[in-house]
Each structure stands twice: as structure tokens, then as C-alpha cells.
């Protein structure tokens, strides 16, 4: 019952978390595509780690987490605002390369099948 309880606590803020990074940051540096992957909300209801994806090169990901960082308090304000619990937690983000890695993956793969097809032949 308890861990059905944490998913849709990690669910609601993920919605609000997101929904606030999409339309309440008005940063004139932020302009990355950024998505909100995974949160994971501790059992206290202190600490929420949230996943982000930033599309772009490095430099573009390290500013982007920055910005998020330096914005965590408002977004933390925006948080107890939208999602009633009885502690607000407080928000950690952390960057999710989780896509890149697939990526690498599915490309070596490519490449396994091309020289298995060029040995075939």
C-alpha cells in the first residue's frame, strides 16, 4: 500500500515540477528543451530528487542544471503551492543520461549488425 502511495506522490510532483520548469521560469538564458524524467520523493516527504533531460551539448546541460539549481527555492514554492502534502520537500536535480546512454547503445548495436552483414557477404 505504501509504495503504491509513493508512486503517485512522485507522479503529482513530477506533473507540478514539470508543468512549472515548462511555463514559470522566466531565465532569459534557459532556453534548452528540458524534460523532467523520473522524481523520486524520499519516504519522510523531505527530499525529492528530480531527473531532468536536456537536450543539447554539454555546455548547454551544465548551464541548464545550473539555472534549475539556482531556481530550486521557486520551484519548491510553486511545489507546495500546487501539490498538497504535509512537508514541501526540498528539490534536487540531478541530470538523467540515461537517453544518451541508450543511444550509445543502439549505436554499437548498428554497428555489430553492419560488420556481421559486411562478414556475411
Do not use: C, W
Amino acid at each position: 500500500m505504501a509504495k503504491y502511495r509513493s508512486g503517485r506522490i512522485n507522479e503529482e510532483v513530477k506533473k507540478a515540477i514539470s508543468s512549472t520548469i515548462q511555463n514559470d521560469i522566466r531565465d532569459p538564458r534557459f532556453t534548452a528543451m528540458v524534460s523532467v524524467t523520473k522524481v523520486d520523493v524520499t519516504k519522510d516527504l523531505r527530499y525529492a530528487k528530480v531527473y531532468i533531460t536536456v537536450l543539447g551539448d554539454e555546455d548547454k546541460q551544465k548551464e541548464t542544471i545550473d539555472i534549475l539549481k539556482n531556481s530550486a527555492s521557486f520551484i519548491r514554492r510553486q511545489l507546495g503551492q500546487s501539490v498538497k502534502l504535509r512537508y514541501t520537500p526540498e528539490i534536487i536535480f540531478e541530470l538523467d543520461t540515461s537517453i544518451q546512454y541508450g543511444m550509445h547503445i543502439d549505436a554499437l548495436l548498428e554497428k555489430i549488425k553492419e560488420n556481421k552483414e559486411n562478414d556475411s557477404k
